[in-house]
């Protein structure tokens, strides 16, 4: 799935960086600079570090873009109580896997819309 989305965000001119763990992830997005991301794809079952921790880190910590940076779960688990524990790690949307293009692209036009006004 992160290989699918990878090449799907890329094919659209996306610049896509991949992490492989949940601290990888967060660690990445602490040494960024303000505004280099626009969104957060977040695994929800990944090793080291859970996309639910690694989503709170982000969210408690003191980088600019901590609050403001769209975090999407991407889980194969779809239940309503999946989705509820994602919004209350502090993600902003759910995405159920195995990935639909037009979900992603709809949930990511989405949120840079609402982003822009």
């Known amino acids: 799935n ?7 965000l890329q094919s ?9 763990n949940g601290q990888e992830a967060l660690d990445i997005f602490l040494a960024s600079r303000s505004g280099e991301y626009d969104a957060i794809l ?3 079952q990944m090793p080291v570090l859970n996309g639910y921790d690694a989503t ?11 609050r ?15 989705i509820a524990a ?7 949307r759910h995405i159920a896997k195995p990935i ?3 979900v ?10 609402q982003n822009a006004i």
């Open 42 to 44: 977040m695994d929800i």
């Open 86 to 92: 994602a919004l209350a790690a502090g993600m902003d």
């Open 100 to 102: 639909d293009i037009k």
């Open 12 to 20: 659209t001119n996306a610049e896509v960086v991949t992490a492989f």
């Open 56 to 66: 709170r880190a982000i969210r408690a910590s003191s980088h600019p873009d901590a």
């Open 104 to 113: 992603l692209f709809h949930t990511l036009t989405e949120i840079f819309s």
């Open 2 to 8: 992160m290989e699918i989305a990878h090449e799907l």
């Open 68 to 82: 403001r940076v769209p975090i999407i779960a991407m889980t194969a688990n779809a239940f309503a109580e999946d």
